[in-house]
């Protein structure tokens, strides 16, 4: 059984940090590529950083580069998301999700998804 486990997410002023965990289990963890979404009320869900198997090859979002760092441990099956300086525009429920590779990331079609994690910026 796919799962995706999302949490760490909160209530933050603007330009506070938080760091996001996903937990996965029922997939070869070690050859799947995962990536972090959001989704803010209204909007659909975006893409915003992605990790790619080994963890050397990472991608973010415009919007989020240079604030938000993805990692991976791959003894532990988890992915985090360290998120800086956050904005009111961060706004969302986050959630993760794995492909075998980076094209299969953005199109974003998946059966499973997590309950997702939800972060809120106040300004």
């Known amino acids: 059984q796919v799962q995706f486990v999302e949490s760490g997410g909160g209530l933050v002023q603007a330009g506070g940090s938080l760091r996001l965990s996903c937990l996965t289990s029922?997939?070869?963890?070690?050859?799947?590529?995962i990536g972090w979404y959001r989704q803010a009320p209204g909007k659909q869900r975006e893409l915003v950083a992605s990790i790619s198997a080994t963890g050397r090859t990472t991608n973010y979002a415009d919007s989020v580069k240079g604030r938000f760092t993805i990692s991976r441990d791959n003894t532990k099956n988890t992915v985090s998301l360290q998120m800086n300086s956050l904005k009111p525009e961060d706004t969302a429920a986050y959630y993760c999700?794995?492909?075998?590779?980076?094209?299969?990331?953005?199109?974003?079609?998946?059966?499973?998804w997590g309950q997702g994690t939800q972060v809120t910026v106040s300004s």
């Open positions: 999700n794995a492909d075998r590779n980076f094209g299969g990331l953005v199109r974003g079609q998946f059966p499973y």
């Open positions: 029922g997939i070869p963890f070690n050859i799947n590529a």
